[in-house]
């Protein structure tokens, strides 16, 4: 009766002290990871008046059914996405693994056994069956710190997975304008390659009559061999284009997708939101910041781990050499020990648990401190990208649209014979060059408003 009455005080005790044990809070694991980071302004630096709540659903912002369809395509088939969620599903279990050594852990035991001589009696048979119960009292916090940093990096893979979606989505539309780009410049590189054999046929024609000189028969021989090298460049680069698109969406690349042939029209610029709110919002930080959680709580367990451990045990069964007598209240015996073990000497590997927590501590702090940057410094190279490609687009199509005014005045002074062919071609490689610098500008700014989204940590759904 002393020993229960010991155990049982001891245990008391031991609730007492876990329940009053100190845990980081979320709130306080994020302002230490905040702690270090510049002074937030109050609004973009780059388009300060680009405020209002961050929109979702941005995919369906480019009124394109096509792109959607695709970008839900690759969300169910994806497999670095599938690795991220079955990642999640670990994480999940590894935290409930760490808690459940907060609870008691109950067995049931049976055996049976024979012993007898070589030469003598009969053999003996003996029976036994019982429970046994183990507990370690988390006196010291070192249990529950494990569990909330396994909880913590559970969510920190959540989040993970979250923003793997989001990135899923951008590269989707990335690839998908890409692929549609590299099209369009295979059928400016065919429209080239036209009007050079076009041109090529009439200038052997001229040759033959003595129209036209030796030097412009090979100047439009040689501009046509270079431009069909640029087409079997560019439809390469279509192919390729359509693989990658078709790897993120989970199909066998075989560059058999059907795209559009045009490059739909780009969304207007989306509301910023205001900085401090990107920490709160992203997934990926909101990923960094959980680490930093779990590194604060690992920490805890580890210096916990330097205290002495409390733990009860209790176990009670039967033994007997027949079944039926074996729960008889006779054959029954039960037992209750306390045990403590207080670490005394272990070569200073608890001691550099604590050193190895504290530097891991200190490295998703930084790492909070860099993922923040990153994501301040992507929304404000976007949103600068956005300005300079508006203004860039607004100058190559003047530039497509006065080249194409050239041309046709060069063509009718060379019909007339006021130019000379070399004028002609030259302007009309100016033609093609400024309708390629178009498509691609036109592309640019499509991916600027994906990636725009993507660094505010707007839901693309």
């Not at 692929?179 to 001229?206: F, K, M, S």
């Not at 209790?314 to 073990?341: Q, R, Y």
């Not at 927590?357 to 490295?363: C, G, W, Y």
Request: proline letters at 3%.
């Amino acid at each position: 009766m002393l020993l229960r009455s010991h155990i049982l005080l001891v245990s008391a005790a031991a609730l007492s002290v876990s329940a009053c044990a100190s845990i980081t809070s979320r709130e306080e694991a994020a302002g230490a990871a905040r702690a270090g980071l510049p002074e937030t302004p109050q609004a973009w630096a780059t388009a300060q008046e680009n405020v209002g709540d961050v929109e979702v659903g941005w995919i369906a912002a480019f009124n394109d059914p096509v792109l959607t369809d695709l970008v839900n395509e690759a969300q169910a088939n994806n497999k670095n996405l599938q690795a991220a969620a079955a990642n999640v599903e670990r994480s999940g279990a590894l935290a409930r693994q760490a808690g459940a050594a907060l609870k008691p852990q109950v067995n049931l035991t049976a055996g049976a056994a024979e012993a007898g001589r070589l030469e003598g009696p009969a053999s003996n048979t003996s029976f036994n069956a019982g429970l046994q119960l183990n507990w370690e009292l988390d006196v010291w916090g070192r249990i529950r710190s494990g569990q909330q940093s396994a909880a913590a990096g559970a969510e920190a893979a959540e989040a993970d997975y979250i923003f793997t979606q989001y990135s899923l989505a951008a590269g989707v539309a990335r690839a998908y304008f890409l692929a549609i780009e590299a099209g369009l410049q295979e059928q400016v590189a065919q429209n080239t390659v036209d009007a050079l054999r076009e041109t090529a046929r009439i200038v052997d024609v001229q040759y033959q009559n003595g129209l036209a000189s030796s030097q412009d028969l090979a100047l439009t021989r040689s501009d046509l061999a270079t431009a069909e090298d640029t087409l079997t460049a560019t439809a390469g680069a279509k192919r390729d284009a359509v693989r990658a698109l078709e790897i993120l969406l989970g199909r066998y690349p075989g560059a058999e997708l059907e795209l559009r042939t045009d490059l739909p029209d780009a969304p207007t610029t989306p509301p910023a939101g205001v900085p401090s709110e990107i920490l709160e919002r992203r997934p990926d930080i909101i990923a960094a910041e959980r680490n930093v959680a779990a590194a604060f709580n690992a920490l805890d367990s580890a210096k916990a781990a330097k205290l002495p451990a409390i733990s009860l045990t209790s176990s009670i069964g039967g033994s007997s050499g027949s079944l039926t007598n074996l729960l008889d209240p006779a054959n029954v015996a039960w037992t209750v020990a306390g045990n403590l073990v207080a670490p005394l000497f272990d070569g200073g590997a608890r001691q550099a648990q604590v050193d190895i927590s504290t530097a891991e501590q200190k490295q998703a702090v930084a790492a909070y401190g860099q993922a923040a940057l990153d994501a301040f410094g992507e929304v404000e190279t976007s949103l600068d990208q956005g300005v300079v490609l508006e203004s860039r687009k607004a100058s190559l199509t003047e530039a497509a649209r006065e080249a194409n005014e050239a041309y046709r005045v060069a063509r009718l002074r060379y019909d007339e014979g006021e130019t000379d062919l070399i004028d002609v071609l030259s302007i009309q490689q100016r033609v093609f060059s400024a309708d390629s610098n178009l498509v691609s500008i036109e592309r640019q700014l499509l991916e600027q408003r994906v990636n725009l989204n993507l660094a505010l940590g707007g839901s693309w759904r």
